[in-house]
């Protein structure tokens, strides 16, 4: 053996090694190893058991490792401290608060440790993972917190065994299941945990919640037969939480939105409104509501029961207040598919011969078998019904599908066909129905959706139409001229009698006035026999001089004689009527219609471009005229605001296929302050070809007039930086007023007034001297100018102050700042900041208090008693305090006459700046009387100017021998 353990761990009769034996015919036997207990608090420990030398055979897993555990425990450290069961607590109203009373016991075998305080940090938590936890919300936590866990504090004091703390639940008025908390035993100082060490808590809810549900919401509707059981539906109204009290419940039936119940699917005399009522402790009640069973086919229907909260108590709420039941329809139905008519080409051989398919779908109730019947007739009222020869066997079809139990057709197609009977002759399309029908003797309550279909045989032995259009687009032409547009009919196929197609004209982006006059909308084309195997129909266009889009037209084949069918991939052809007239337009470049006008001295002038554009036929070349015109309000004066070479007339030629030209109008810049300013060029129709066109013929300009006034303002640029505004005497603060403008305007003289705005600043005049208002002045050419203000210095503790400057009432030469951006407002601000610092603090000197304050009074003359004032903090300043011995009734108190001349003492004491010490000195007059120790207070009153009391009041003591 060999490993952690040592020999103290093992019996002296064990030994470290030794010898097993397998008996013969056996595969396995058992070394057994005693271990010696113990007291000790150690480490769990190992030992290894190895095989070596093995006899008749080889080793495998040749060792293995025990492990011998600890069953020791370190004995407590001081107190043991457990916690009792909390039970559980009704958590009451909303706005109150239950307490919970947590009790915590400790105990001890040494009295010693008992004699000391021992503290207790609980921590009040939820259950994790559960939903009947309790939360931050349901208690009252220190600081306002709303979240678990919290903790609380108990401490034992001296010689205590049990301590007690309080938590406090907090009531609601809302249904909730009970709720659980965990208190738990976090922390000990001076003792150790014990157990137990958590205990769990039951909120209880004083609140009850009903509800409503079905046993089974989905039942059969039954048939009404006499003796049959009516289907009961049974909602059972069931409450929770508090159910101590009786409790009255209201309820009603109540028509769903999608396929209701009537009062005609319930039994005679069931009530549609009613009541239970729960005794104390009854947590369920049912209502059962009988349904009155029918052999109608119809829809699944519902309803539902609502139970009401009229007359609740406080503490009742509705939960699932309402619940559907779904009568379920127990009839059956027959559906055919396709129900809608079927139409099949009749085919010309048998491998191609029409056949005709039909599916058998039952709904509702498929329990038993069912057998329908079906039947192929010539359709009623047909105009060329079918007879037997059209089919097999020349015998109309019929037969029979039959249901298993169970079988529904959907889930396996269930259904039956038939053939048409094939052939060469063109002849009309003929019509049939196929007629279902049950069993007369027993339908099980089954109906036949659609008792008949309709079917088409569909004959393909007629001649074949199509429509094509001409074999391009057509250019419609000028006024009074007429374009023919041609589109060809084509038979095909069959050729053979005389086939008729109606023709009708659609207009779809064209109207009547694109057609000549007496043009047929509608007509009937004829083929007779041995005719060509295409027909012409000739539309004819009128021409016009209107610009427009190109625009298409429909023509379409209707209504065949039953020798011939239309093909429906061309049944209609399109004409395209191509137009050939132009339109000249005008607009700005870029849709900018306005520019400034600029300075006379600018390198650069404004211009203005006008595009003149056409569309449509430009295959041509072409000429416009144009002109200038002014424009009210405000037209431009084409004498002065013009370039000196601008032409107001003109003409913008078109080479073929240009599509586009400029004409370009020059401004001249000035320093005229003004308003804008319009003018428009307008383009005229004289000498334009008859099929051109204006549409925008004209097209406005503004001239934007960019001169003003120059502009003053003081703004973020012009204001001074924040300035410490000093002790004493004043400091000179510059306010940067500028001007800015065109060179004309700045060449001469501007003013302005300035002021100090206190409106809108926390300084006041008594923070400055000097001006607070005048005037700025501008020399010609001037940018800048400075305001100067005074700003005072004092010693008095205060906020940094705001100080604003504003420049008002320009002369005629000038304007204010607008504000658009930061560097340019009207005003400019100067923040003065505060340099002051708190007063000094008095105090007498705590390490003199009991130095010589106690003395011999002696039998004559005076003893003095020295009291040292220390000040700190701000000596800059001059700071006085008043101070005074006072004395009382009390025959340990010192009275008037043991000071000279029978007066307590008082005084002042003056500290100048930079002093940080004074001394009170008080002299006591001896005497001869026996009496008791006495004793008196120096006291300081009345600190000033500036100073604040830390000590105000000192005791001194003196013997009498």
Do not use: C
Request: no cysteine; proline share 6%; glycine share 8%.
């Amino acid at each position: 053996m060999s490993g952690e353990a040592n020999s103290g761990d093992f019996p002296l009769s064990q030994t470290a090694n030794g010898q097993v034996t397998i008996p013969a015919n056996e595969t396995s036997t058992d070394l057994t190893l005693g271990v010696l207990g113990d007291a000790l608090v150690e480490g769990n420990e190992t030992f290894t058991v190895t095989l070596s030398n093995p006899t008749l055979g080889t080793l495998g897993q040749a060792t293995a490792t025990g492990t011998i555990e600890n069953d020791d425990a370190a004995p407590p450290q001081g107190p043991v401290v457990t916690i009792e069961p909390v039970g559980s607590v009704i958590e009451g109203d909303v706005a109150t608060t239950t307490p919970v009373t947590i009790t915590l016991n400790r105990t001890s075998d040494n009295e010693d440790d008992l004699a000391q305080k021992t503290t207790v940090i609980l921590s009040i938590e939820g259950i994790t993972g559960v939903e009947d936890s309790a939360e931050g919300e349901d208690f009252v936590i220190r600081g306002g917190a709303d979240t678990l866990p919290f903790q609380q504090k108990v401490v034992f004091q001296r010689n205590e065994t049990t301590a007690t703390e309080t938590i406090n639940v907090v009531g609601d008025r809302s249904f909730e299941p009970d709720e659980r908390f965990i208190v738990k035993v976090l922390e000990v100082s001076n003792g150790t945990i014990g157990e137990p060490s958590e205990v769990e808590g039951t909120i209880v809810t004083d609140e009850q919640q009903v509800n409503v549900a079905l046993v089974e919401p989905v039942l059969p509707e039954g048939d009404g037969q006499p003796g049959e059981t009516p289907t009961q539906f049974e909602f059972v109204i069931s409450r929770t939480g508090k159910t101590d009290e009786s409790l009255d419940v209201k309820w009603d039936l109540v028509a769903t939105e999608a396929d209701p119940a009537g009062s005609q699917d319930f039994v005679e005399g069931q009530d549609i409104t009613g009541m239970v009522s729960f005794l104390a402790g009854d947590t369920e009640k049912t209502v059962t509501v009988g349904i009155h069973g029918n052999t109608e086919l119809e829809k699944d229907e519902f309803f539902k029961l609502r139970i009401k909260d009229d007359e609740f108590p406080d503490n009742a709420f509705l939960g699932q207040k309402e619940a559907v039941a779904t009568i379920d329809n127990d009839e059956s139905s027959v559906l055919i598919d396709p129900s809608l008519a079927l139409e099949v080409v009749e085919g010309d051989s048998p491998d191609t011969a029409a056949t005709f398919s039909y599916q058998l779908v039952r709904t509702g109730d498929t329990d038993k078998a069912l057998t329908v019947s079906w039947a192929v007739k010539p359709r009623e009222g047909a105009d060329n019904p079918v007879d037997a020869e059209d089919f097999i066997d020349d015998a109309l079809p019929a037969g029979a599908v039959t249901f298993a139990p169970g079988e529904n057709g959907q889930d396996t197609p269930i259904g039956f066909s038939f053939q048409a009977k094939t052939d060469t002759v063109a002849e009309f399309d003929e019509d049939f129905q196929v007629e279902l029908s049950l069993p007369p003797e027993d339908t099980g309550g089954t109906t036949l959706e659609s008792p008949e279909v309709l079917g088409t045989n569909l004959d393909d032995d007629t001649g074949r139409l199509t429509i094509s259009p001409p074999s391009k687009s057509l250019i419609e032409g000028d006024s009074g001229d007429q374009t023919p547009y041609t589109f060809t009919v084509t038979r095909s196929e069959n050729f053979t009698g005389t086939a008729t197609v109606k023709y009708t004209l659609k207009n779809t982006t064209t109207d009547e006035s694109d057609f000549v006059p007496g043009q047929d909308f509608e007509d009937t084309l004829e083929f007779e026999d041995g005719d060509p195997a295409e027909k012409s129909i000739t539309i004819n266009v009128a021409g016009d001089f209107d610009f427009e889009g190109n625009e298409t037209f429909e023509v379409s084949l209707t209504e065949p004689s039953p020798n011939v069918s239309i093909d429906p991939a061309q049944a209609t052809a399109i004409g395209e009527i191509e137009n050939d007239d132009q339109q000249v337009n005008v607009d700005l470049e870029d849709n900018i219609y306005s520019w400034s006008e600029g300075d006379p001295d600018s390198a650069e002038s404004t211009f203005f471009a006008f595009n003149v554009t056409r569309t449509g036929k430009t295959e041509e070349s072409l000429d416009v005229q144009w002109e200038l015109v002014t424009t009210e309000p405000n037209p431009i004066d084409f004498a002065t605001d013009l370039d000196p070479e601008q032409v107001t007339t003109g003409t913008v030629s078109f080479a073929p296929n240009v599509l586009e030209q400029t004409v370009w109008v020059e401004i001249l810049g000035d320093y005229v302050i003004e308003e804008d300013e319009k003018f428009t060029l307008r383009l005229k129709s004289e000498g334009l070809p008859p099929n051109t066109s204006l549409r925008m013929a004209q097209v406005t300009a503004t001239v934007r007039n960019d001169d003003a006034l120059p502009e003053v303002y003081i703004g973020e640029r012009g204001s001074p930086a924040p300035l410490f505004e000093g002790d004493e005497g004043s400091q000179a603060v510059t306010f940067t007023v500028s001007r800015e403008g065109d060179p004309v305007r700045m060449s001469q003289p501007s003013s302005v007034e300035w002021e100090v705005d206190f409106a809108n600043s926390t300084a006041d005049e008594n923070d400055l001297t000097g001006p607070l208002s005048g005037t700025v002045d501008f020399a010609p050419g001037g940018t800048q100018q400075e305001i100067t203000v005074n700003v005072l210095g004092d010693l008095e503790i205060e906020p940094s102050e705001s100080l604003w400057v504003r420049v008002f009432n320009p002369d005629d030469n000038a304007s204010i700042g607008d504000g658009s951006q930061a560097y340019d407002t009207d005003r400019g601000e100067l923040v003065i900041l505060d340099d002051d610092i708190t007063p000094p603090v008095l105090s007498f000197d705590p390490d003199s208090l009991n130095d010589g304050f106690e003395k011999i009074e002696g039998d004559e003359g005076l003893t003095a008693y020295t009291y040292p004032v220390l000040r700190a903090g701000n000596l800059k300043v001059r700071t006085t305090v008043d101070w005074q011995v006072t004395g009382g009734k009390d025959f340990m108190m010192a009275k008037s006459n043991d000071f000279v001349d029978g007066v307590f003492p008082s005084g002042t004491l003056t500290f100048e700046p930079g002093d940080e010490r004074k001394d009170i000195t008080v002299n006591v007059v001896g005497d001869t009387r026996a009496e008791n120790p006495g004793g008196g207070t120096v006291q300081r009153d009345s600190v000033k100017p500036d100073g604040r009391d830390t000590r105000p009041v000192i005791r001194g003591v003196w013997h009498h021998l």
